[in-house]
């Protein structure tokens, strides 16, 4: 008589977890700048993003421009992540946390390259007062003899002070249990 040896290597793991994600409404990764971590921050985030006519602020977004260019990516990424997760044991969960730390790392990383507008002449005159002219042209030095120029931080668009591109990050919400 023949046997035939079925070896599970996770596949009826990862049926179980899709079966249980179908028994859940709204599983999904929000990604930005949240009230409950720093009301501020995400009030500052909320005005760049938009725009604040009132303020002065033009529109500056980081966060759905980002998701414009790269949410194919971040698609893609998650569903290599549930091809790969054949034949393994892995926690889904992990699975949205990796695409949320990338969502997170692509909106940092288009801060950093500086967003348009530019800063206004205004702004960029105030922020230079306490910088000391050097003999290069566009350099300047601070109070503690550190070197900067226009392209740094200080003069890049939403990266001032870092608390912004610190205060984006990412939640994987699982959703609500369906009731059968």
């Known amino acids: 008589m023949n046997t035939v040896v079925v070896t599970d290597k996770g596949l009826e793991s990862l049926l ?44 500056r977004s980081f966060m759905r421009s980002t998701a414009y260019e790269k949410g194919k990516d971040w698609g893609d990424l998650l569903i290599a992540g549930l091809r790969q997760h054949l034949g393994k ?29 530019p800063l206004a002449a205004s702004t960029v005159k105030q922020r230079i007062k306490g910088f000391k002219k050097t003999k290069r042209p566009g350099v300047f030095k601070d109070g503690r003899g550190r070197f900067t120029t ?19 990050t990412w939640y994987v919400n699982l959703g609500k249990v369906l009731k059968k």
Do not use: C, Y
Request: cysteine-free; overall charge positive.
């Open 16 to 59: 179980a977890q899709l079966k249980a994600l179908r028994t859940r409404e709204g599983a999904h990764v929000q990604v930005g700048v949240f009230a409950r971590n720093d009301q501020k921050l995400a009030t500052i985030a909320a005005a760049h993003e938009f725009g604040s006519p009132k303020r002065g602020l033009p529109q």
């Open 89 to 117: 044991r892995r926690d889904l969960k992990l699975l949205f946390d990796k695409v949320g730390a990338r969502a997170v790392a692509d909106m940092r990383a288009k801060i950093k390259s500086g967003i348009a507008p």
């Open 150 to 168: 226009l392209k740094s931080a200080k003069f890049t668009p939403l990266w001032k002070t870092g608390a912004l591109i610190r205060a984006i």
